[in-house]
């Protein structure tokens, strides 16, 4: 079982930044995969950036360039940049994780944290 529990999430004005963290605890061993989602009412959950085990990174179209996730392993804490924040960017965001048992592969999410981006 893995535990994630998100912070960093506020209210802040276009072009402005932000850092959110997500702590991981339980079995932490057996995470591979960490990274960031976000959802507003009415649309589906979408990807924000995504950082493997290996370090390998990915972000979603819209975020390149301005967003940059980033892994604490010693803390077992995933940090996402997010600078020149865009009022359509908000949106609650999840943390998830993705662990391996060494059958399956299990996922896990946070309970989010809100960004509100005013124009």
């Known amino acids: 079982q893995v535990h994630l529990v998100e912070s960093g999430g506020g209210l802040v004005q276009a072009g402005e930044s932000l850092i959110l963290s997500c702590a991981a605890s339980?079995?932490?061993?057996?995470?591979?995969?960490m990274g960031w989602y976000r959802q507003t009412p009415g649309k589906q959950r979408e990807l924000v950036a995504t950082?493997?085990?290996?370090?390998?990174?990915n972000y979603g179209d819209s975020v390149k360039g301005r967003f940059t996730i980033s892994r604490a392993n010693a803390e077992n804490t995933v940090y996402l940049q997010m600078n020149r924040l865009k009022p359509e960017e908000t949106a609650i965001y999840f943390c998830?994780?993705?662990?391996?048992?060494?059958?399956?592969?299990?996922?896990?999410w946070g309970q989010g944290t809100q960004v509100t981006v005013s124009s």
């Open positions: 998830n994780a993705r662990a391996s048992n060494g059958v399956s592969t299990l996922t896990y």
């Open positions: 339980g079995n932490i061993f057996s995470i591979v995969h």
């Open positions: 950082t493997t085990s290996d370090g390998s990174t």
